[in-house]
Nanobody
Framework: QVQLVESGGGLVQAGGSLRLSCATS????????MGWFRQAPGKEREFVAA????????VYADSVKGRFTISRDNAKSTVYLQMNSLKPEDTAVYYC?????????????????WGQGTQVTVSS
């Protein structure tokens, strides 16, 4: 069982930055691909970014490429999402998730564990 707890969300003006953190429990963090997803009101949950077990591979949605950076610290069992140049359309609840296989990091349905989410609001 893996428990995920996100933090770092908040209200920021367009062009600003936020850093989300996702702390996990358990001793097997390094064996999971980690992903970030987001869900805006009235929209489906969408993929944002993912990172492989050792951080050697990262994948981003086109909408955030060049602005967001995913990273992980296996010693702290934590994954991060650095978000720069934020836009109002980035407003959403952001979720971190864990997937042992990494077979398709874009597919939310394949992630086994989810956090409760953290709200990010970007004002124009």
């Amino acid at each position: 069982q893996v428990q995920l707890v996100e933090s770092g969300g908040g209200l920021v003006q367009a062009g600003g930055s936020l850093r989300l953190s996702c702390a996990t429990s358990g001793r097997t963090f390094s064996s999971y691909y980690m992903g970030w997803f987001r869900q805006a009101p009235g929209k489906e949950r969408e993929f944002v970014a993912a990172i492989s077990w050792n951080g050697g591979r990262t994948v981003y949605a086109d909408s955030v490429k060049g602005r967001f950076t995913i990273s992980r610290d296996n010693a702290k069992s934590t994954v991060y999402l650095q978000m720069n140049s934020l836009k109002p359309e980035d407003t959403a609840v952001y979720y971190c998730a864990a997937d042992k296989s990494g077979s398709n990091v874009f597919a939310a349905v394949l992630y086994e564990y989810w956090g409760q989410g953290t709200q990010v609001t970007v004002s124009s």
